[in-house]
């Protein structure tokens, strides 16, 4: 079994900061590739932010020079450090993570969301 969890979002004014964090434990045997996707009211689920086994990354053009994902593999967590918020980033954020299991089975596990509000 393998667990995916985030934590950190909330309200900020524009031109706050918040860090989420994902932390994924179970049977995990490695962590691939892993993103933060975001889902705004009315709105498409969209990619955020990804990084590679490798720490390759790349970023949706909104959010370039504003947010940085990071990984820590030894505790199995992905973050975002998200700068500079603007009311267009209020969403709910999905973190996406390819994980092989201990059984050598391969697929993409999402957490259940966290909020967060850009508001004044």
């Known amino acids: 079994q393998v667990r995916v969890v985030e934590s950190g979002g909330g309200l900020v004014q524009p031109g706050g900061s918040l860090r989420l964090s994902c932390a994924a434990s179970g049977s995990i045997f490695r962590l691939n590739a892993m993103g933060w996707y975001r889902q705004a009211p009315g709105n498409q689920r969209e990619l955020v932010a990804a990084?590679?086994?490798?720490?390759?990354?790349n970023y949706a053009d909104s959010v370039k020079g504003r947010f940085t994902i990071s990984r820590d593999n030894a505790k199995n967590t992905v973050f975002l450090q998200m700068n500079n918020l603007k009311p267009e980033d209020t969403a709910v954020y999905y973190c996406?993570?390819?994980?092989?299991?201990?059984?050598?089975?391969?697929?993409?596990?999402w957490g259940q969301g966290t909020q967060v509000t850009v508001s004044s």
């Open positions: 990084i590679t086994s490798g720490d390759s990354t």
């Open positions: 996406n993570t390819r994980i092989t299991t201990t059984n050598w089975v391969t697929r993409d596990y």
